[in-house]
């Protein structure tokens, strides 16, 4: 057992004895004295507090953006953390984005100037020549109340420009670790780092009670407003099979501790819709942290994965180390309002999801106050195969309508075996009245949900025969 957390800090190696569930923002401003890392919502939506993060236990991991707000001290052992002043990588020297943006002026107050000088420049690390949507994809989880982002995205494009004849530095190798180690702070709190499947097992089956730690970006958020604290840390992030990607031509396998970031790179050519959504629902950062089954695992009603999965015929498969491995459809994995088939001493291992075949289409639409990283109001998703002009079959699923991500199954009747047109889109619609009684939040009422959810078959009618959709609120 060791008592402390290792990771590189711009550059360095350090040691701390912090406690685990500190989390990184309160270790680099309280302990480490790196203070450009600013506070701003303590909740992974405004990006003052970006750091670049390099996972530790993987081979060529690469450095990606992250809210040091709802990271903790158990995620980072044996990885890297690089801080606006660390980007320069000398004491006093600017980067190209940093130059560019005290430059133009690119900051007012400047408080969020230091979160947005890393985010440009963890972009410009994986792709020295972005492009106008790469840009503001990598600035959709920074917020700026004064400037406005024109002289921003200005500066990007300059510092840009400077790097192209650029080659970028190969990726640092990861030193192999023992199969788990822990970390006991002076405080009693506990943070375990199984390194292979069997450890992090043995590990729940002996403190079900524990916090299984994933990527945090949902879990942290009461930790970074100091109203919890975690006892007993399980950490995901360095477990091999959970780490793991396959792919076959026939679906991938994705283990539960995948980012949304690294699964994004494969189903964007096949289902182009769904990697529109895993854009819209987190920022870099958010995507670079939040894991697939920590996603479903949390059983949120209002999940945006889960939805566009269940419509795809995704299964999940869990484990326990006495009862094995167990594979379900996703849609059976949700019971009631956060209640799953997850048992006490389960984790889940693996998500696979088929990949899309010749006469499939997949549709997902989000309705939501914000484009960007915002939390849906209505998330609706539609599998369907086409014979023709004939629905031969369908999963529709919807997240906001119910206590659970579920699927429509009388508006799926109302489809299956008919043409896909205007008015039997809205027949589904219809019968959306059936599978879904939702309910009223300051999102939105019961009536908005049930006729937004509507609409949207109306629009998968509509965009699927040909006919240009535009609506201002998706």
């Not at 289409?361 to 998703?381: E, L, N």
Request: negative net charge.
């Amino acid at each position: 057992m060791t008592t402390h957390t290792s990771f590189t800090f711009n550059g360095q190696p350090v040691t701390t004895a912090a406690r685990p569930d500190m989390t990184v923002l309160d270790l680099l401003r309280n302990e480490m004295s790196a203070r450009g890392t600013k506070e701003g919502c303590a909740e992974g939506d405004c990006g003052a507090c970006t750091v670049l993060f390099r996972r530790g236990g993987q081979e060529g991991a690469e450095l990606l953006a992250a809210n040091a707000c709802i990271m903790t001290v158990a995620q980072i052992d044996g990885g890297e953390i690089v801080t606006v002043e660390g980007l320069g990588g000398t004491k006093g020297v600017l980067n190209a984005v940093q130059e560019e943006m005290a430059r133009n002026g690119s900051s007012q107050c400047g408080f969020c100037t230091p979160g947005i000088a890393v985010a440009l420049s963890g972009l410009l690390a994986r792709d020295p020549d972005p492009d106008e949507t790469a840009i503001h994809d990598a600035l959709a989880g920074n917020l700026c109340r004064c400037t406005g982002y024109r002289p921003i995205v200005d500066a990007a494009r300059a510092a840009a420009a400077r790097l192209k004849a650029v080659d970028a530095e190969p990726n640092a190798s990861i030193a192999e670790r023992t199969l788990v180690s822990s970390h006991t702070d002076a405080s009693g709190v506990t943070a375990h780092r199984p390194h292979d499947l069997r450890g992090l097992l043995k590990l729940r089956r002996d403190h079900p009670d524990a916090v299984l730690l994933a990527g945090g970006t949902d879990l942290a958020v009461p930790l970074a407003g100091y109203e919890t604290r975690w006892p007993v840390i399980i950490h995901t992030g360095h477990v091999a099979e959970l780490r793991a990607i396959e792919t076959t031509d026939d679906d991938w396998t994705f283990g539960a501790a995948v980012t949304w970031e690294e699964a994004l790179g494969l189903v964007r050519d096949d289902y182009p819709s769904f990697a529109t959504l895993i854009r819209r629902f987190g920022s870099t950062q958010i995507r670079s942290m939040g894991t697939i089954g920590g996603n479903i695992g949390t059983a949120s009603p209002i999940g945006d994965g889960p939805p566009a999965l269940i419509a795809l015929g995704a299964t999940v498969t869990l484990a326990s180390l006495e009862g094995g491995e167990r594979t379900m459809a996703l849609e059976d994995f949700f019971l009631d309002y956060r209640k799953t088939e997850l048992r006490a001493d389960e984790v889940i291992v693996s998500v696979t999801v088929p990949r899309a075949r010749q006469g499939e289409v997949m549709r997902t639409y989000k309705v939501s106050k914000r484009y960007d990283q915002d939390i849906s109001t209505v998330c609706g998703a539609y599998w369907l195969r086409m014979d023709g002009d004939i629905v031969g079959d369908v999963r529709i699923a919807y997240g906001g309508m119910a206590a659970t991500p579920k699927r429509a199954p009388h508006a799926e009747a109302a489809l299956r075996g008919k043409a896909l047109t205007i008015d039997n889109g809205r027949a589904a619609g219809a019968a959306l009245a059936t599978d879904f009684a939702p309910l009223t939040d300051w999102r939105g009422s019961d009536r908005y949900r049930a006729r937004a959810a509507a609409g949207l078959l109306e629009r998968l009618a509509r965009e699927l025969s040909g006919e240009t959709v535009e609506v201002m609120a998706l």
